[in-house]
């Protein structure tokens, strides 16, 4: 079974820490995204990677950074977490073209 | 990517068909229409897609118009457990997959 795994479901992290929220997939894809989704506002696309070392900016790139050092792991940087950025976290991931994106299970990260 | 509009609430009666409609008039020849589900607290679940055919599997059918302006996804027989929001999307199968506000369906027993 496909399976995209997010590091954690739940975060508390105080405004300022540096926040590493981590996502690995087992499927071998090419693509992985990071979304956040807040009420009202539907999932926004933060940053996605399309292969090993290479990253495109989302929407909604301001504040966070990306890192994929490995096919597998797609690794998502709050350099300096603020309040703002309390959010639910998804990570996804697709083979390359045409085919749908599998969703981990989410991170709700609260910044306090 | 084409961008789409969609009814941001619906509701179905328990064992009705459910017809989500998606206008994405936009559309390049190029570009599929995927349909994906939010339920609550759980990351999106993909459901169908298509290009220009209407498309059926065990979940859905996809009803594509013949100008592919608009589609409509069809849930045959709605139970409690397909309330959810719907999430229709436009996407040449490249890297950036971009997710509206979607529609929130509610059935209703």
């Known amino acids: 079974d496909v399976k995209v795994t997010q590091s954690s479901r739940y975060l508390v992290k105080r405004t300022g820490e540096k926040v590493f929220l981590e996502c690995v997939q087992d499927?071998?894809?090419?693509?992985m995204f990071w979304y956040r989704q807040d009420p009202g506002l539907g999932l926004r696309l933060i940053y996605f990677s399309y292969d090993v070392k290479m990253k495109e900016k989302g929407d909604i790139p301001e504040g966070y950074s990306v890192s994929r050092e490995k096919k597998e792991r797609f690794s998502l940087i709050l350099e300096s977490a603020s309040t703002n950025q309390t959010s639910m976290y998804l990570c996804?991931?697709?083979?390359?073209?045409?085919?749908?994106?599998?969703f981990g299970q989410g991170t709700r990260l609260t910044v306090v | 990517d084409a961008k789409t509009t969609q009814p941001p609430s619906m509701d179905c009666a328990e064992g009705r068909a459910a017809n989500l409609p998606c206008n994405h008039s936009t559309i390049s020849g190029n570009e599929y229409v995927y349909w994906y589900r939010q339920i609550h607290s759980q990351g999106p679940q993909y459901i169908i897609h298509g290009l220009k055919n209407n498309e059926t599997n065990e979940m859905a059918s996809l009803i594509i118009t013949e100008d592919r302006k608009s589609s409509t996804l069809i849930l045959p027989h709605a139970t409690l457990r397909d309330t959810a929001v719907y999430y229709c999307i436009v996407n040449k199968g490249n890297e950036k997959l971009t997710f509206g506000t979607g529609t929130r369906l509610t059935i209703i027993p």
């Open positions: 996804a991931s697709s083979e390359n073209v045409n085919t749908e994106a599998f």
């Open positions: 499927m071998d894809h090419e693509n």
